[in-house]
T-cell receptor, first 113, second 113 residues
Framework: TQLLEQSPQFLSIQEGENLTVYCNSSSVFSSLQWYRQEPGEGPVLLVTVVTGGEVKKLKRLTFQFGDARKDSSLHITAAQPGDTGLYLCAGRYSGAGSYQLTFGKGTKLSVIP | NAGVTQTPKFQVLKTGQSMTLQCAQDMNHEYMSWYRQDPGMGLRLIHYSVGAGITDQGEVPNGYNVSRSTTEDFPLRLLSAAPSQTSVYFC????????????FGPGTRLTVT
């Protein structure tokens, strides 16, 4: 079983602060996705990254894929209460079974007004 | 389009009872999967299907059965419920086996007493 480590597990910050969430593996990803999940709902895709070194921006969210495609980060600038939720990274590994997604355990973010 | 629908939303079972969690999608996706989500464990793949008539096991398949008679439906059966199966269950579908967004249903919260 491939392991995908996500950190931190919990994060509580004040509105307006910046934060970074990390996703790491010892294996190479063919692609990596970030999802956001709100209480009582299913995860919703935020972004997919496929190229080493790729950077994607979604308003105040910046996603980076490591050069070696073994890690990724999500940076939120000037966090808002509406950013509160569970952030999940999910990777597809190269090779057999590459259509299966492996999820990290998630980062539970609370943004305090 | 309704997307991915799941029923029921909530369910309480006694140990040893059986039940079927329903999942349907109206996006003509070939790939469907079932996950369970437990606190601190992230999403873990139970079973998946790459098309009608084709299913395979994921990371945690024990105690669960699936079948895929149509493209639209992918029910999950609990044969003899155990307290360890208390969890939130998510069904997901995707148009691509190699990448692309997974669309999740709203989840079924199952409690086994």
């Amino acid at each position: 079983t491939q392991l995908l480590e996500q950190s931190p597990q919990f994060l509580s910050i004040q509105e307006g602060e910046n934060l970074t969430v990390y996703c790491n593996s010892s294996s190479v990803f063919s692609s990596l996705q970030w999802y956001r999940q709100e209480p009582g709902e299913g995860p919703v895709l935020l972004v997919t990254v496929v190229t080493g070194g790729e950077v994607k921006k979604l308003k105040r969210l910046t996603f980076q894929f490591g050069d070696a495609r073994k890690d990724s980060s999500l940076h939120i600038t000037a966090a808002q209460p509406g950013d509160t939720g569970l952030y999940l990274c999910a990777g597809r590994y190269s090779g057999a079974g590459s259509y299966q997604l492996t999820f990290g355990k998630g980062t539970k973010l609370s943004v305090i007004p | 389009n309704a997307g991915v629908t799941q029923t029921p939303k909530f369910q309480v079972l006694k140990t040893g009872q059986s039940m079927t969690l329903q999942c349907a999608q109206d996006m003509n996706h070939e790939y469907m999967s079932w996950y369970r989500q437990d606190p601190g464990m992230g999403l873990r793949l139970i079973h998946y299907s790459v098309g009608a008539g084709i299913t395979d096991q994921g990371e945690v398949p024990n105690g669960y059965n699936v079948s895929r008679s149509t493209t639209e439906d992918f029910p999950l059966r609990l044969l003899s419920a155990a307290p360890s199966q208390t969890s939130v269950y998510f069904c997901a579908s995707s148009y691509s086996l190699q990448g692309g967004e997974q669309y999740f249903g709203p989840g079924t919260r199952l409690t086994v007493t």
